[in-house]
């Protein structure tokens, strides 16, 4: 079981501008079964934040609120990398992914990708300005912490925040059904 996060970057686009994990340098991979490789997620959490507006009522009994529909999602990360298994090349690695854009020409709504081994719903492969209507999307790392509890020398742990960008959903007549398609890794 496996799980990557990737920086897509441009010019590693496929034809359809789907960005790729193609390049070793700018990918994490997140796994359980290989011990040696020490990068792991132990948990994911999804927060989805609808926006509320409210009607206030000065001389009501209560204001009136009103569902303005989907405002963010936000994934959160947690996870470790065991440094004594060659895990310090991460943290150059997170470095630079902060320290440079979070978007570029053909990614202009996010550059990170995700796809987690057992919550699929959720893994995102960024796209550019395409000819489909659910482009351009993808993640924006907002934020990631690393965090020394100092019990074991060679773990750190860290908290990573993505933020989604983009369109949510297909036009449903634009892939021939009938109802709303909310399926991040594909490209119709």
């Known amino acids: 079981m496996t799980s990557y996060l990737w920086r897509s970057t441009s010019g590693e686009e496929n034809v359809n501008k789907q960005g790729t994990r193609a390049s070793a340098a700018d990918v994490i991979t997140f796994s359980i079964n290989n011990v040696s490789d020490g990068k792991y997620l132990h948990q994911t959490q999804?927060?989805?934040?609808?926006?509320?507006?409210?009607?206030?009522?000065?001389?009501?009994?209560?204001?009136?609120?009103?569902?303005?529909?989907?405002?963010?999602?936000?994934?959160?990360?947690?996870?470790?990398?065991?440094?004594?298994?060659?895990?310090?090349?991460?943290?150059?690695?997170?470095?630079?992914?902060?320290i440079e854009?979070?978007?570029?020409?053909?990614?202009?709504?996010?550059?990170?990708?995700?796809?987690?081994?057992?919550?699929?719903?959720?893994?995102?492969?960024?796209?550019?300005t395409g000819s489909s209507t659910e482009q351009p999307r993808g993640y924006v790392l907002s934020n990631w912490r690393w965090v020394r509890t100092g019990e074991i020398k060679s773990k750190t742990e860290f908290i990573?925040?993505?933020?989604?960008?983009?369109?949510?959903?297909?036009?449903?007549?634009s892939n021939g059904n009938s109802s709303r398609d909310y399926d991040w890794t594909v490209n119709r």
Do not use: C, H
Request: no cysteine.
């Open 46 to 98: 999804f927060d989805f934040i609808v926006g509320i507006g409210e009607n206030e009522k000065p001389k009501g009994n209560i204001n009136e609120i009103q569902d303005t529909f989907l405002d963010s999602i936000t994934l959160t990360l947690t996870g470790s990398v065991n440094t004594a298994t060659g895990g310090s090349s991460i943290f150059d690695l997170i470095k630079k992914w902060m």
């Open 160 to 173: 990573a925040t993505l933020r989604f960008n983009g369109d949510l959903n297909v036009d449903a007549s």
């Open 101 to 128: 854009a979070k978007t570029d020409t053909v990614f202009t709504k996010g550059r990170f990708g995700l796809e987690l081994d057992d919550v699929d719903s959720y893994n995102l492969i960024p796209t550019g």
